[in-house]
């Protein structure tokens, strides 16, 4: 005879007991790791580590269970087992409900001490000085291109890239009522508004568009004036209790933006090759004919794929620029290796920026 929901439920509980004595069994196996760390002083968050639990029980799993599902549990299982280990602050763009919480969040889990900041260069100070072990910053946008001022810290900073991740971003118009009428000013991060602007023209021809710190800073300032509208993520309505008077605003449905993890060095060396790694790297050449074409030459002679180019004014009043690239590779790999090589004999100024895993 099939169970009443009385009797399944003692059966969950009794389930969850048991998970709970196991969970708190690994949770005492990861603070003595933590102890050997802290004794050779080696790094608390090990991506590839994680990477490599992940994929063994995805392949032992033969349960009912989505490996989705799988995933998702045990990065919140080794998040809270990490925060065991040491406290990880993480700084990103604030405050609370902006994107660049997201991305901490989806990459580092949810046990982690958030460390909000007012722009990019006090994420990069915060990590720099030692107020957070690591940040996160936008890069590029799929519909803006270049994240011009993360670029131009990532130059001089000693803060080195050690993770990617690549977030759907979608925008929703967000104030205190639902409809779109009376709105006089829409405020948001100068990239929220260049990748709405269409939509903006289109429904909101009159509104002032106003650039504020961040686009969870408009929803705060939105929240506080009936006639301002902010531009932002669903957490961050919900976060300053708004109303969604437009869903989805971004000119491009697949609009993504991809954001690093940087630390210095001594808080985590640079990730192991996991067989799907980019490695980022900044070079200025000579200002003469040809010189961007040989930079280029050393990755098509070792079979080096480039994923990006972008380049930024040197700033020396002389048409000069670094170019930012990203290769498909790992540094321990001979052709990359040989490739990096090359190219660094090429350069008037070489730096490597970072190698680590591709985001999924
Ligand atoms: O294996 C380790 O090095 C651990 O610290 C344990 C653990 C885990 O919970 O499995 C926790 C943090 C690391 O990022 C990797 C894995």
Redesign the pocket.
């Known amino acids: 005879m099939a169970k009443t929901l009385a009797e399944l439920r003692v059966q969950i509980d009794a389930v969850d007991l048991e998970l709970l004595t196991l969970l708190n069994r690994?949770a005492a196996l990861?603070h003595a790791?933590?102890e050997i760390?802290r004794l050779d002083g080696s790094a608390?968050?090990?991506?590839e580590?994680?990477a490599q639990?992940i994929h063994g029980l995805q392949q032992a799993n033969n349960g009912a269970l989505k490996n989705e599902s799988v995933a998702k549990i045990w990065r919140e299982?080794?998040s809270a087992?990490?925060a065991l280990?040491a406290p990880q602050r993480v700084a990103y763009l604030g405050p609370a409900g902006t994107f660049s919480e997201e991305a901490s969040l989806r990459f580092f889990g949810s046990s982690i001490q958030h460390v909000p900041c007012l722009n990019f260069d006090q994420v990069f100070h915060a990590a720099s000085a030692g107020a957070a072990e690591f940040g996160v910053v936008p890069v590029e946008n799929s519909t803006e291109g270049v994240v011009t001022r993360s670029l131009d810290l990532l130059l001089h900073s000693p803060l080195h890239i050690v993770g990617e991740i690549s977030l759907l971003v979608r925008h929703h118009l967000l104030r205190s009522s639902p409809s779109l009428d009376g709105i006089e000013v829409v405020m948001a991060h100068p990239q929220a508004l260049a990748q709405c602007q269409t939509w903006l023209t289109d429904h909101l021809p009159h509104a002032e568009r106003r650039a504020v710190s961040s686009n969870a800073e408009g929803a705060r300032l939105a929240a506080t004036n009936p006639v301002w509208a902010g531009i932002a993520s669903e957490r961050a309505g919900s976060e300053f209790g708004l109303h969604t008077a437009a869903h989805a605003i971004q000119d491009d449905a697949y609009n993504r933006t991809r954001f690093v993890v940087v630390c210095l060095p001594s808080t985590m060396p640079a990730p192991q090759a996991s067989g799907k790694d980019c490695t980022s790297l900044v070079v200025s050449v000579p200002n003469r004919p040809g010189a961007v074409h040989d930079m280029l030459v050393p990755l098509k002679k070792h079979g080096v794929s480039m994923t990006r180019f972008e380049s930024r004014p040197a700033r020396s009043g002389q048409w000069e620029y670094y170019f930012y690239i990203d290769l498909q590779g790992h540094p321990s790999q001979a052709n990359v290796a040989a490739a990096l090589a090359d190219l660094a004999g090429l350069c008037a100024f070489y730096k490597i920026l970072g190698t680590y895993p591709l985001a999924d």
């Open positions: 690994r990861a790791v933590g760390k608390v968050f090990r991506p580590r994680e639990v299982v080794m087992c990490r280990e």
